[in-house]
């Protein structure tokens, strides 16, 4: 297996107290270097989305621990990801959550993301090629939902596949218009409250929804 401990450049902006310590541990441990182009990795370090072909893209280190942060994941919890790209995000999961179910729209990076996290034997983390915003059914309800690409609405297939007291993490807005992180919460009676958490820019969630 080859994981390693990476020092992002991310961390030294990162306050240490922002984030708790497994998704800390979780973004020092997933080689990152391994899930950029080749012409990239010499960057793969440095807090910047990069480029990852079919006009997608790997989010940028930062993004990609404040959205694993604020699901307060822990070792038991299955976690469903919408938009795997290159499978990082699905790594820093992995990393934290007892198993991640992950689902991509392009069949391209979707088969080259589940070679990539089984060449690094990311054992828990299940992928699937489809349209995400549907959801994962077979295995659902999960404890947390994160979604990688911008919607204009939160998908009702993915609030359904919510347990109660769960939380997701999605940016809402569209390619051309402002977009935030919106923090989708679930009571225990099942009621669900928003709010939104940060600016962000993202790439459009396609499909043929
Ligand atoms: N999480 C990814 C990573 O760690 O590399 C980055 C995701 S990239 C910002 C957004 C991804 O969402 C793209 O790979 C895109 O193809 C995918 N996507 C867009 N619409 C989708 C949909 N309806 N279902 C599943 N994946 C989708």
């Known amino acids: 297996m080859e994981k390693s401990t990476v020092k992002l450049d991310v961390l030294r902006f990162v306050g240490s107290n922002e984030f708790s310590s497994s998704t800390m541990k979780a973004m020092e441990t997933v080689p990152r270097h391994r899930f950029v182009l080749v012409e990239q990795q010499i960057v793969a370090y440095e807090n910047h989305p990069l480029p990852i072909g079919y006009g997608q893209t790997i989010s940028q280190p930062y993004i990609v621990a404040f959205m694993t942060d604020i699901l307060h994941i822990d070792a038991k919890h299955r976690i469903l990801e919408v938009g795997t790209g290159s499978g990082y ?20 990076l979707a088969d080259k993301a589940k070679r990539r996290l089984q060449e690094i034997e990311y054992t828990n983390v299940h992928t699937k090629l489809g349209d995400g915003y549907y959801g994962w059914d077979e295995y659902a309800p999960y404890d947390g939902i ?12 993915l ?12 940016p809402i807005g569209t390619e051309y218009t402002p977009q935030n992180l919106v923090l989708l919460t679930k009571n225990s009676k099942g009621i669900t409250h928003t709010e939104h958490v940060l600016p962000v820019r993202f790439v459009p969630l396609t499909g043929r929804h």
Do not use: C, D, F, H
């Open 89 to 108: 995000q699905a790594a820093i999961l992995s990393e934290v959550a007892q198993e991640v179910y992950s689902i991509e729209v392009i069949k391209e």
């Open 146 to 157: 994160i979604v990688t690409a911008v919607s204009e609405k939160v998908p009702p297939p």
């Open 159 to 170: 609030v359904e596949q919510l347990k109660n007291n769960g939380r997701m993490i999605i």
